[in-house]
């Protein structure tokens, strides 16, 4: 394995390439209060900004001594919780908008934002964007909420699930091609699994990095 970088004074290193995850889950996640009166039915809602994030559920299929290796090597050095990673959803082949122009943040924005101005998109474009398209900005992955158009300055705003992690700035780059997002492991605990066929497996449990 090789450190690509650092992230709040953990090594951010590289995730294995092969053999390639046989399933990725992406689960979406919410802190939502809800409370319901046991008279009427009726309900009240909290949601807590900027608490939304990914976790992830990944598989490999069975591997072979030196193939597992690879990925034991990997269980080492994230060091449990510690170190982090970049994953992506494997299944996903880039947008279904026309992602016309070279976008790029529109101004300063805060965290907890729901919605991402950006400029620098093809003027006067319908659908850069669809439902469902993904975007990074720094280290965050984002899904793409409601169609984007942009206006006639090549401006548009990008309605987003998670929030907005960081503070942005002005300028910052919009990257559409292989998207990802930065997790750690779950827990601390890891381990490879052995059958009667000598065949390793390895199941993981991993979080966004915040």
């Known amino acids: 394995m090789s450190v690509i970088g650092t992230y709040n ?6 995730f294995p390439t ?7 889950e992406l689960g ?4 939502v209060a809800i409370n319901r009166s046991p008279f009427t039915g009726t309900t ?4 807590w900004a900027g608490s939304d994030f990914w976790d992830a559920s990944i598989a490999l299929p069975k591997m072979v001594k030196t193939d597992a290796a690879v990925w034991s090597a990997f269980l080492g050095e994230t060091r449990g919780m510690l170190n982090v990673f970049f994953l992506s959803d494997p299944a996903y082949k880039g947008a279904q908008g026309s992602a016309s122009g070279t976008p790029l943040v529109n101004g300063a924005q805060s965290p907890m934002a729901t919605s991402l101005v950006t400029k620098g998109w093809t003027p006067s474009s319908t659908g850069v964007l669809l439902p469902g398209d993904y975007l990074q900005v720094g280290n965050r992955l984002h899904e793409v909420l409601d169609e984007v158009s942009s206006d006639v300055n090549g401006d548009a705003t990008i309605s987003i699930w998670p929030s907005l992690r960081d503070a942005l700035t002005d300028g910052q780059t919009i990257i559409l091609t292989n998207p990802q997002s930065l997790f750690r492991l779950a827990t601390n605990r890891r381990s ?3 059958d ?6 390895v199941t ?3 979080v966004e990095a915040r």
Not at 28 to 31: G, L, M, R, T
Not at 44 to 47: D, E, N, S, V
Request: glycine share 0%; aromatic share 0%; charged share 20%.
């Open 9 to 14: 004074n953990a090594s951010i290193i590289s």
């Open 18 to 24: 092969q053999p390639a995850p046989r399933q990725i």
């Open 28 to 31: 979406k996640n919410d802190a």
């Open 44 to 47: 009240q809602t909290q949601a």
């Open 192 to 194: 490879l699994t052995a």
């Open 196 to 201: 009667e066929t000598r065949l390793s497996a």
């Open 204 to 206: 993981l449990k991993a």
